[in-house]
C-alpha cells in the first residue's frame, strides 16, 4: 500500500515578534492594552527574532541534502512569513518542491480580545473572562475569535492537502504556538486534557523545532510518530537566546 503520510514532518514557531516583547512590557505595566500599532498579521520578527529565524536556519541547512526539507508552508502573518524566508534563503527555494504561504496555519483569532492584556480582558470584558473560565481554553470561542477547535477543525484540512500532495515528502511547516499545540493534537491523538497539560507545561519556544517521523509499523497502515517536541538546541548551540513567550493577545487567565 502506497505511504499516505509526508516521510517527516517539522512545526517550528515563528522567531520571537514584536508583539511577543510588546505584551511581556504591557504585562509588566499592568497595562490594560498591549502597545501595538499594527494589525496582529502585520507583526514583525524583533531583532532577536531574525537571529533564532536564522540559527534554526542554519541547523536545516547543516542537514544532509537529502534530510532537508523538500516542502515549506508558512502562515502569511509576517512574523512567520518572515520566519519562513529566513529557512527558505538557507536552504535555497529553487531547491524544493513546494514553497507556500498557507492560509489555514494562520495566527488563531482572537475576535474583540485583539490586543487586550489579561488584566484588560477582567476591566473590560467581565463577563467573557468569567464565561472562559467556565468553559475552558479548549472550547471558549471569544465574540469575532476562534476557539482551539476552530483552529483543529481548518488543521484538519492541511493534513488532508498533506497526505494527498506531499506524501513521502519532508514537510516544514512554520506558524504559531497555538497551530504547533493543535497540530500535536490531531497527530498524536490526543484528548482535551492532554493537549492543555502540554500547555500548562510550558509555551512553544520561538524557533523551537518538533518533528515527527514516519514510522511504517506504527497504526494499521503506518503514522507519522514524535521525535522530538520544542528542540532549541540549533539556538543554544550557537548563543541565541532561548525566548517562550507567550503569543499577542492573551486570552484571560482562569
Not at 59 to 79: D, G, K, T
Not at 108 to 131: C, M, N, S, V, W
Not at 181 to 195: K, S, V
Amino acid at each position: 500500500m502506497e505511504q499516505k503520510w509526508p516521510q517527516q514532518l517539522w512545526l517550528v514557531r515563528h522567531g520571537q515578534s514584536a508583539g511577543n516583547v510588546a505584551r511581556d512590557a504591557a504585562e509588566a505595566g499592568k497595562k490594560l492594552l498591549i502597545d501595538l500599532a499594527e494589525r496582529d498579521v502585520d507583526v514583525p520578527l524583533s531583532e532577536l527574532g531574525q537571529r533564532q529565524a536564522h540559527a534554526m536556519s542554519g541547523w536545516f541547512q547543516a542537514l544532509p541534502p537529502e534530510a532537508q526539507p523538500n516542502v515549506v508552508l508558512y502562515s502569511p502573518y509576517i512574523r512567520a512569513r518572515a520566519t519562513a524566508n529566513v529557512v527558505l534563503g538557507h536552504l535555497g527555494r529553487d531547491r524544493l518542491l513546494a514553497a507556500a504561504t498557507d492560509e489555514r496555519l494562520r495566527e488563531k483569532e482572537f475576535g474583540i480580545l485583539d490586543r487586550l492584556t489579561p488584566l484588560g480582558i477582567h476591566d473590560k470584558y467581565p463577563e467573557l473572562a468569567e464565561q472562559r473560565a467556565h468553559v475552558g481554553k479548549f472550547y471558549f470561542r471569544p465574540p469575532g475569535g476562534e476557539s482551539w477547535c476552530d483552529v483543529i477543525l481548518r488543521l484538519r484540512s492541511v493534513i488532508d492537502t498533506m497526505t494527498r500532495e506531499y506524501h513521502g515528502e519532508r514537510v516544514l511547516i512554520v506558524a504559531h504556538q497555538v497551530i504547533v499545540n493543535c497540530f500535536r493534537y490531531l497527530l498524536e491523538r490526543l484528548d482535551e486534557d492532554a493537549i492543555l497539560a502540554i500547555d500548562r507545561a510550558g509555551d512553544v519556544p520561538n524557533c523551537g523545532i518538533t518533528e515527527y517521523r514516519f514510522d511504517p509499523a506504527a497504526g494499521k497502515h503506518g503514522k507519522l510518530v514524535l521525535a522530538q517536541a520544542n528542540f532549541v538546541a540549533p539556538l543554544e548551540q550557537t548563543g541565541t537566546p532561548v525566548t517562550h513567550q507567550k503569543d499577542q493577545p492573551a486570552a484571560p487567565k482562569s
